[in-house]
């Protein structure tokens, strides 16, 4: 292999020039890969003037600066509505953002920020309806009208954070379904879902962030945009960078801007980006020929309500596309949140604009960030978590009489009964209510009545996550368990009663 080299072979202004004339030798992030496989780095870098990389995926940080021009008699807003999604009116007078995750007030989970955009860059009538205080020198208080992306004077999308430079792959150990960002999670490691290009992912093509930076010029929701710096969230040490973009939004087209809704979590919007590299030296051309077989991430377990998730494996793109992985040595469907389809074309009408001479290379003034810091949020309050309050759980075996049962519960002053098997993995529970109903019934097994599919809970759960399950499932305890279903204990609505009254 050539040695990697950082010495400039081209500059921006040698590889522009060439755009101009028509000259310049473009290709797709995939296309650079067989290239650089079948000819090597070296050739490819004096080859390969720029490369043009994709992707479209649920870009939740994404949103639009608008302005819609003063009213006669002028108005303040304080606040707005566009087709009954809120809008931050915290600006000048007549200007607002709307951010992609917020819901319709009418239409939550179905409808929102980025759906208001999508229709916006349609063409359609959105309605607008304001609400203000009143001052003197801007009177109005109400206002309700109707307008399209024409009427508004400007129309940015500005979204602080886009493009991840790698995201984790998602799965879900826990015994029911979840409902996440990455979508729906069955339980028990039912699936797997990814977000991601691989090889057509911009920043995975330049990992050092050496072409990209203030003033990029790129491909933005079917328009041109601009990276106006690192994104919210950049985290370069960890290769999560992420990238702060704008653009007109009246040059863009809802292909590539659709609003999107996630089935229990919300409203997002999905985004178009693509991002040329010019090759300038060696190293770019070795970089921008990454393969979906080397570009790994994690498979994380979401069902655990933590910020820092188990990893249950690496994986490679190589294997996320490929719609099936092994997990726990079970071979587990894959499914996609972001369109490679989608992906492909941006990077070929990127590839397609250059070639033509429409789109030329900006310098950046200033590249990302290599160094920047990321720092979880600061918390100034105690967090409870499930090990502080839970107490032992009462067991039992599957073949103790109903009658026996009871007497425990009487004895130890207890509503749960746990069932486990001989080495105390948990196999069912059943409540006071349960016994009581079966005594009713001239029922006698236990196994008539245990509960067998059992909601529980591990030590490190926060609590509020643990009383959201049992207030989302109707019931009163959780027995608490290892990673091999070993029973540890149990946590019950009484003794996080009794947390939050001290």
């Not at 600066?65 to 606040?79: A, R, T, V």
């Not at 960030?369 to 918390?379: A, L, V």
Request: aromatic content about 6%; hydrophobic content about 35%; charged content about 25%.
């Amino acid at each position: 292999m050539t040695p990697l080299t950082n010495s400039n072979i081209k500059t921006y202004e040698e590889i522009n020039e060439k755009i101009k004339r028509g000259d310049a030798v473009v290709v797709t992030a995939e296309e650079m890969v067989k290239i650089v496989e079948e000819q090597g780095e070296k050739r490819a870098a004096k080859e390969i003037d720029v490369v043009s990389t994709g992707t479209m995926g649920a870009m939740c940080s994404s949103g639009a600066f608008l302005n819609f021009g003063h009213s006669d008699p002028p108005i303040k807003m304080e606040q707005i509505w566009l087709n009954d999604v809120e809008a931050y009116h915290g600006n000048a007078a007549v200007d607002c953002y709307i951010g992609a995750t917020k819901m319709s007030i009418v239409k939550p989970f179905k409808y929102g920020g980025g759906h208001v955009i999508q229709d916006l860059v349609s063409g359609k009538e959105i309605s607008l309806r304001v609400r203000a205080y009143g001052t003197d020198c801007y009177p109005r208080t109400r206002l309700e009208t109707t307008i399209t992306i024409d009427d508004l004077n400007q129309a940015i999308l500005c979204n602080p954070r886009n493009a991840y430079q790698g995201y984790n792959a998602a799965t879900n150990g826990r015994d029911e379904t979840i409902y996440t960002y990455m979508g729906k999670l069955l339980a028990n490691y039912g699936n797997v879902t990814y977000s991601g290009s691989g090889c057509l992912n911009p920043l995975s093509n330049d990992p050092d962030y050496e072409t990209i930076g203030i003033g990029t010029k790129i491909f933005l929701g079917g328009g041109v945009g601009y990276v106006i710096g690192e994104g919210t969230q950049h985290n370069p040490k960890k290769h999560l960078g992420t990238i702060m973009v704008k653009g007109d939004l009246k040059q863009m087209s809802p292909e590539y801007l659709q609003g999107a809704a996630f089935t229990r979590y919300g409203t997002t919007m999905y985004v178009g980006v693509g991002i040329p590299i010019p090759i300038l030296n060696e190293g770019l051309a070795r970089k921008t020929a990454v393969s979906d077989a080397n570009i790994t991430t994690e498979v994380i377990d979401y069902g655990v309500p933590r910020m820092n998730r188990p990893s249950l494996r690496k994986v490679t793109y190589q294997e996320l596309k490929s719609g099936k992985i092994e997990l726990n040595g079970k071979p587990v469907k894959v499914s996609a949140l972001s369109s490679l389809k989608t992906a492909r074309k941006i990077a070929k009408t990127l590839k397609d604009w250059i070639e033509q001479g429409r789109f030329l290379l900006n310098k950046p003034a200033e590249t990302l960030s290599t160094t920047r810091e990321f720092k979880p949020m600061k918390i100034t309050k105690e967090i409870h978590y499930v090990r502080s309050i839970m107490i032992p759980a009462i067991t039992t075996t599957i073949d103790t009489s109903i009658h026996d049962v009871a007497k425990l519960i009487v004895e130890k002053n207890v509503n749960h009964i746990v069932i486990v098997n001989d080495d105390n993995t948990l196999k069912g529970i059943v409540t006071s209510f349960d016994v009581t109903r079966a005594v009713a019934r001239n029922k006698n097994k236990l196994e008539e009545i245990v509960v067998r599919r059992v909601y529980t809970a591990k030590p490190d759960d926060p609590l509020d996550a643990v009383a959201k399950e049992l207030e989302t499932h109707k019931i009163s305890a959780l027995p608490v368990i290892d990673e091999k279903n070993k029973v540890l204990g149990i946590v019950t609505s009484e003794e996080i009663s009794q947390l939050i009254a001290k």
